[in-house]
């Protein structure tokens, strides 16, 4: 994609052809997870890599209402927020979570490499590229699920009684 040019949104029928595509992937129930965290909560490729259990789970261990991004899992010092946790989402996790067993502990990273713990944002990055390219999705990026995710808020909003600072607040901009 060349500079300057904003990624693309993704349609409903794109993001259920991503899901039924995912199924088949070596790691179905992480790559469900990060697709879903980008297009339903809107994270960055960087706060994908960095979230936690602890973010995502209440002092039970069981998987929350509402995703806590933690500064340090986000850009900026101010880029802490809660998100609601997306029904589809949160299945997505609870999935994870009990295939993960053990390893779902709170200070492990929520996305793994099959190599070990934790991805770096760069490599989440790749697999969005990846996965859109190999989908033939042109013009996608690791962004469009996050662009998906805040132009849907900002449609919504003004049915929940919100404003356009509302959904800045849920896209971690300041």
């Given amino acids: 994609m060349p500079l300057g040019k904003q990624a693309k949104t993704i349609s409903d029928k794109q993001a259920k052809a991503v899901l039924n595509h995912l199924e088949g992937t070596r790691c179905p129930l992480r790559d469900r997870v990060m697709f879903l965290l980008s297009i ?21 261990g069981k998987i929350a209402d509402v995703i806590a991004v933690q500064n340090v899992a986000s850009k900026g010092k101010n880029g802490g927020r809660e998100i609601p946790a997306h029904p589809d989402l949160k299945a997505a996790l609870v999935a994870l979570q009990a295939h993960r067993g053990d390893l779902a502990v709170p200070e492990r990273p929520v996305v793994h490499s099959e190599r070990g713990p934790g991805m770096s944002a760069n490599s989440v990055t790749v697999w969005f590229h990846r996965l859109y390219e190999g989908l033939g999705m042109e013009g996608c990026s690791s962004h469009s699920g996050r662009r998906t995710f805040v132009t849907k808020a900002a449609h919504k909003i003004v ?7 509302d959904v800045q607040q849920l896209a971690g901009h300041t």
């Fill in 159 to 165: 049915e929940a009684c919100g404003s356009l600072r």
């Fill in 40 to 60: 339903k909560a809107g994270l960055r490729s960087k706060e994908i890599a960095n979230l936690t259990w602890g973010m995502v789970t209440d002092s039970d």
